[in-house]
């Protein structure tokens, strides 16, 4: 099994590189963010409750996201691998995907941290506002976002840092070559279980 996490600030593009990378080896591609669109669209009490934060530019409360993800990940544990697109978001998620794992023996390999600049994020989430429709790409929200990614989540490269599966992967790039930086570092990884802790 090849477990990913794939990790960084909103706008680095972690969405189309996961897009990628479920294609190429063949995981399942697990986005809270999705989950809870999903939600929102179907129009259900779980959805109404969880756009009040979305639309806030807010986390959606750990208890939320560990039960949705338990649902759906426990549908795919006999998959190929995962890809975790957008979770964990905290240190609480982060030890009950750990704990959840350790029960079926299949920790995560690689924690990918794609980088890029705060201007740059924001001109790109300002950029696909338009044709996103999401109602959390205003401006006054993304930049919450962006702040809220920096309270709550950016503690967690530490967390993995400790653990030795952090690869940074430098995202101010076009799109197939940040694709690029990511497939030399998991297939030096399936290749040496080694990490690369940084690739630019
Ligand atoms: P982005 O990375 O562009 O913010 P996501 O789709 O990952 O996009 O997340 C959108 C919103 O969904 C977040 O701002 C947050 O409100 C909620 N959300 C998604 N994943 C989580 C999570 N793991 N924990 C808490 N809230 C989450």
Request: charged fraction near 30%; proline fraction near 5%.
């Amino acid at each position: 099994m090849l477990n990913i996490i794939i990790f960084g600030p909103p706008g680095s593009g972690k969405g189309t590189q996961s897009a990628k990378i479920v294609e190429k080896y063949n995981l399942v591609h697990l986005s809270t963010g999705d989950l809870m669109r999903e939600e929102i669209a179907r129009d259900t009490p779980l959805g109404w409750e969880v756009k009040k934060y979305i639309d806030k530019g807010m986390l959606v409360p750990d208890e939320i996201i560990m039960r949705e993800l338990y649902e759906k990940a426990s549908e795919h544990l006999d998959a190929p691998g995962l890809i975790f697109d957008g979770f964990p978001r905290t240190i609480v998620q982060a030890e009950m995907l750990d704990q959840m794992l350790e029960k079926h023996k299949m920790p995560i390999d690689v924690v990918l941290s794609v980088d890029v600049s705060e201007e740059e994020l924001f001109q790109r989430l300002m950029g696909r506002a338009e044709d996103s429709g999401r109602s959390d790409d205003t401006a006054e929200i993304v930049l919450h976002r962006i702040e809220v990614y920096k309270e709550q989540t950016l503690p967690l490269i530490e967390f993995y840092q400790k653990q030795g599966k952090i690869v940074s992967i430098n995202g101010m790039s076009p799109v197939e070559e940040v694709f690029g930086k990511i497939t030399t570092a998991v297939d030096t990884y399936l290749e040496t279980r080694e990490i690369i802790p940084a690739i630019e």
